[in-house]
């Protein structure tokens, strides 16, 4: 449990629970310098297949290359926004560039989505005119592309379950590697059959292989920019929690919401007995909340306004 926040009966006096540190927890160093190596093997594989799809004359690799061109865009976004993340929250930015992270994310599937139309497109134009395809040339340059997308693998599959950007990046090298395996049977049915519509279907496969990840990785990102609950988070559940806190006669206004990758926050009204804060139990009432839901839901930022049950009345309108 990160930093807990209450405030107590009506004169709002403050009592500051748990550990308390500002500003977003993230991991912005090790992604970013995933991300740079990733994005100089993306740009290297890049360049060798766009070579090879103007001397080979195959659609497939040039397919591929368009999708590496939009994956090194995105990857250069993601860098971008891990980099401003980085930056400490001032001013009117409470929470700094956090939420920069998950504006590339959404850029990101959106240039995913407008090259797979593109690759789609193209391939229908080619259907019942296959031009003629150098399948040697195609094959070397996207074995050597299979390989440095396996690396690329290697390097961000840790750093996936971290952020949006990440893993992002990570379907999209995954969606790179999947169609260079696609170019490579493409190319080894030319070669011994001569059947040149392979290089067609084979960029058809890979068109299909960005669209579900792009939509996949852009549904998430709106998701956090819509402020919908976090996964994992059940607001059902943690009411329950609040309520079985002794004292607590009620809990409304209950939001939870993320601010960017491995930041959830939550915020709520808990309505607490008057004798418990006559009493002066607020502080114990808030310890218990912080300890109920540090122990049952993964929430990094907590908020909590405690009220007396005179107060709650007054409150209109009043959320559930």
């Given at each position: 449990?990160?930093?807990?926040?209450?405030?107590?009966?009506?004169?709002?006096?403050?009592?500051?629970?748990?550990?308390?540190?500002?500003?977003?927890?993230?991991?912005?160093?090790?992604?970013?310098?995933?991300?740079?190596?990733?994005?100089?093997l993306t740009v290297a594989v890049l360049v060798a297949e766009?070579?090879?799809?103007?001397?080979?004359?195959?659609?497939?690799?040039?397919?591929?290359?368009?999708?590496?061109?939009?994956?090194?865009?995105?990857?250069?976004?993601?860098?971008?926004?891990?980099?401003?993340?980085?930056?400490?929250?001032?001013?009117?930015?409470?929470?700094?560039?956090?939420?920069?992270?998950?504006?590339?994310?959404?850029?990101?599937?959106?240039?995913?989505?407008?090259?797979?139309?593109?690759?789609?497109?193209?391939?229908?134009?080619?259907?019942?005119?296959?031009?003629?395809?150098?399948?040697?040339?195609?094959?070397?340059?996207?074995?050597?592309?299979?390989?440095?997308?396996?690396?690329?693998?290697?390097?961000?599959?840790?750093?996936?379950?971290?952020?949006?950007?990440?893993?992002?990046?990570?379907?999209?090298?995954?969606?790179?590697?999947?169609?260079?395996?696609?170019?490579?049977?493409?190319?080894?049915?030319?070669?011994?059959?001569?059947?040149?519509?392979?290089?067609?279907?084979?960029?058809?496969?890979?068109?299909?292989?960005?669209?579900?990840?792009?939509?996949?990785?852009?549904?998430?990102?709106?998701?956090?920019?819509?402020?919908?609950?976090?996964?994992?988070?059940?607001?059902?559940?943690?009411?329950?929690h609040i309520l079985r806190v002794d004292g607590v006669r009620?809990?409304?206004?209950?939001?939870?919401?993320?601010?960017?990758?491995?930041?959830?926050v939550l915020s709520a009204h808990v309505v607490v007995s008057?004798?418990?804060?006559?009493?002066?139990?607020?502080?114990?009432?808030?310890?218990?909340?912080?300890?109920?839901?540090?122990?049952?839901?993964?929430?990094?930022?907590?908020?909590?306004?405690?009220?007396?049950?005179?107060?709650?009345?007054?409150?209109?309108?009043?959320?559930?």
């Amino acid at each position: 449990m990160g930093e807990t926040r209450g405030v107590v009966g009506e004169g709002r006096e403050k009592v500051m629970g748990h550990g308390h540190a500002h500003g977003p927890a993230t991991a912005a160093g090790p992604q970013r310098r995933r991300l740079a190596v990733v994005l100089g093997l993306t740009v290297a594989v890049l360049v060798a297949e766009v070579v090879g799809a103007v001397l080979s004359g195959s659609l497939a690799l040039l397919a591929d290359a368009g999708h590496m061109a939009t994956d090194a865009a995105g990857i250069a976004l993601a860098l971008g926004a891990v980099t401003l993340a980085q930056r400490p929250a001032a001013g009117r930015r409470t929470f700094g560039w956090a939420r920069a992270e998950i504006l590339a994310a959404v850029a990101n599937g959106l240039l995913l989505l407008a090259v797979a139309g593109y690759v789609l497109v193209e391939a229908v134009r080619r259907i019942g005119s296959p031009t003629e395809v150098g399948s040697g040339l195609m094959l070397v340059v996207a074995s050597a592309g299979l390989a440095v997308n396996l690396v690329g693998l290697a390097v961000l599959h840790r750093g996936r379950t971290e952020s949006l950007n990440v893993r992002g990046a990570y379907l999209e090298v995954l969606a790179d590697a999947l169609g260079s395996v696609a170019v490579i049977v493409a190319a080894v049915v030319i070669a011994t059959t001569g059947w040149t519509p392979a290089d067609t279907l084979a960029s058809v496969l890979i068109g299909f292989l960005v669209v579900p990840r792009a939509w996949h990785l852009l549904r998430e990102a709106l998701d956090v920019l819509l402020e919908a609950a976090p996964r994992g988070v059940d607001l059902d559940e943690v009411r329950a929690h609040i309520l079985r806190v002794d004292g607590v006669r009620g809990v409304h206004d209950l939001h939870a919401w993320t601010i960017t990758s491995g930041l959830p926050v939550l915020s709520a009204h808990v309505v607490v007995s008057d004798d418990a804060l006559a009493a002066g139990h607020g502080g114990r009432v808030l310890d218990a909340l912080c300890s109920c839901l540090g122990d049952h839901f993964d929430v990094e930022h907590c908020t909590f306004q405690l009220e007396g049950e005179a107060h709650a009345a007054h409150e209109a309108p009043v959320h559930d």
